[in-house]
């Protein structure tokens, strides 16, 4: 089940559950919340705070989600950006405000921690841009896939050019992950998934195949691969290679060779992740994928 979608002069909140950055780099992305899709905005205390590397501290960044979460009139809450952060603050919060009166929560990355969270408690969360970024212009068909799911104009389906690697099938089922990284660590804690009879979808960022390589080992070798419905492969970018010792693979051959024995359908090369162009996928939905040589779908039902 999906929250309620977003109209005009409905209440959101912002906070910074993670990384700290300069407030000034926010004007944009509360403008156009505010301005653009005319949305009273709530700041958490997160925004302007610093301790070390965090937005504050894990107390602080903690009762700022829990805030909006408890409040039923707040009707979406958007990370303003990840980092590194969220892992820390998972497992103190308390979702049966959420539960309650169900909203948005909106990010990616670090926030991948926050997403699983909530498809645990069977909640439905966003995959998508984050308000940090909303006032760059090479953004701005990221953007309105963000407006379009919060506020109901849901595309019936996203299409993506064809991959030689893609495996071609079909499968129905709840869309599930994010950072391959952040799903990795979760595993074994309260924020890991259940990959069984799931499409998963991964993405990452500046990490090196040889770390690459190991995740998706320890995914197939754990039998967390076996049961999949279907995988949906997004943007592997700033991907570091050793030269001392080359791989030899790049992360695409890399993911194909751990999912090799299987027979579900896989999608590469997804806009989805730290690049430009990221569409916004439901964390929680059930979706359909459908995968040719050609072409990639993932099409949408209400």
Known sequence: MLPPFLSPGDTVGVVAPASWFPYAELADGLRILRDVWQLTVIEGDSLQ????????SDDLRRADLQRL???PNVKAVFAARGGYGCYRIADGLDLSGLQASPKWLVGFSDVTVLLSLLHNHGLVSLHGLMPRQFGDP???DSLESLRQWLF???PTHYTVSGHSLNRPGRATAPL????????INSIGTPTDINFGNKILFIEDVDETLFSLDRMMTQLRRSGRLADLAG?????FTDMRANLSLP????AYE????????????VLFDFPAGHVQYNLTLPIGKVVELAVQKKTGRINFHL
């Open 49 to 56: 705070a610093i301790d070390g590397p965090f937005a504050g």
């Open 69 to 71: 979460f408890d409040d």
């Open 138 to 140: 090479d953004r701005a």
């Open 152 to 154: 109901g104009d849901i």
């Open 176 to 183: 599930v992950g994010g950072n391959l990284t952040l799903l």
């Open 231 to 235: 995988l949906v492969v997004g943007q």
């Open 247 to 250: 791989f030899g693979k790049d």
């Open 254 to 265: 890399i993911i194909a060779e751990a999912v090799a024995n299987y027979n579900y359908p």
